[in-house]
T-cell receptor, first 114, second 113 residues
Framework: GENVEQHPSTLSVQEGDSAVIKCTYS??????FPWYKQELGKRPQLIID?????GEKKDQRIAVTLNKTAKHFSLHITETQPEDSAVYFC?????????????FGKGTKLTVNP | NAGVTQTPKFQVLKTGQSMTLQCAQD?????MYWYRQDPGMGLRLIYY???????DKGEVPNGYNVSRLNKREFSLRLESAAPSQTSVYFC????????????FGEGSRLTVL
């Protein structure tokens, strides 16, 4: 089955700096890669996702890149703000082939220092 | 529009007791999921239901059972609770494979003594 590794487990940056979180996956058939943000005591919420037919996707200060050959994808946050402090989870799954499992990485706790 | 609703939000059990976590969604989603979240372990899939009438095991199904009661409701049962099942449980749903986005409930914090 799918296995998702996420690094680093903790990340501390100064406000205004960029933050990068990286994930690798094992199932070459995976074609959907979302990122979720979970603030303290809250539920996870989708912030951006990418499908395997594109290499990069941006939404304001957030971008995700995908390298299918190397089976890794990354989340990039530019101009970080204190409200970006949260735990971020990457995930991977297939959207066909009969497997509905969305497998998550173990999370990265991002702290943005004012 | 409430989204995904879980009950109870908090529960304390003694080892060996049983309980059921309830989950309902009002978004007409086909797929529903139960995850558990433990410190440093991320979100691990317990069971999921791709559509009404079907259920499948996830990564950590041992000690749990599920029921997809209808399209809206998906319950998680612990038959004989163990301390290792102390965790925060999240129910989630999504429209289908193509749409992709998972919508989570607020979570249920379960402590087994």
């Amino acid at each position: 089955g799918e296995n998702v590794e996420q690094h680093p487990s903790t990340l501390s940056v100064q406000e205004g700096d960029s933050a990068v979180i990286k994930c690798t996956y094992s199932d070459s058939a995976s074609n959907y890669f979302p990122w979720y943000k979970q603030e303290l005591g809250k539920r996870p919420q989708l912030i951006i996702d990418i499908r395997s037919n594109v290499g990069e996707k941006k939404d304001q200060r957030i971008a995700v890149t995908l390298n299918k050959t190397a089976k890794h994808f990354s989340l990039h946050i530019t101009e970080t703000q204190p409200e970006d402090s949260a735990v971020y989870f990457c995930a991977a799954s297939r959207t066909q082939g009969g497997s509905e499992k969305l497998v998550f990485g173990k999370g990265t706790k991002l702290t943005v220092n004012p | 529009n409430a989204g995904v609703t879980q009950t109870p939000k908090f529960q304390v059990l003694k080892t060996g007791q049983s309980m059921t976590l309830q989950c309902a969604q009002d978004m007409n989603h086909n797929s529903m999921y139960w995850y558990r979240q433990d410190p440093g372990m991320g979100l691990r899939l317990i069971y999921y239901s791709a559509s009404e009438g079907t259920t499948d095991k996830g990564e950590v199904p041992n000690g749990y059972n599920v029921s997809r009661l209808n399209k809206r409701e998906f319950s998680l049962r612990l038959e004989s609770a163990a301390p290792s099942q102390t965790s925060v449980y999240f129910c989630a749903s999504r429209l289908d494979l193509i749409t992709g986005e998972l919508f989570f409930g607020e979570g249920s914090r379960l402590t087994v003594l």
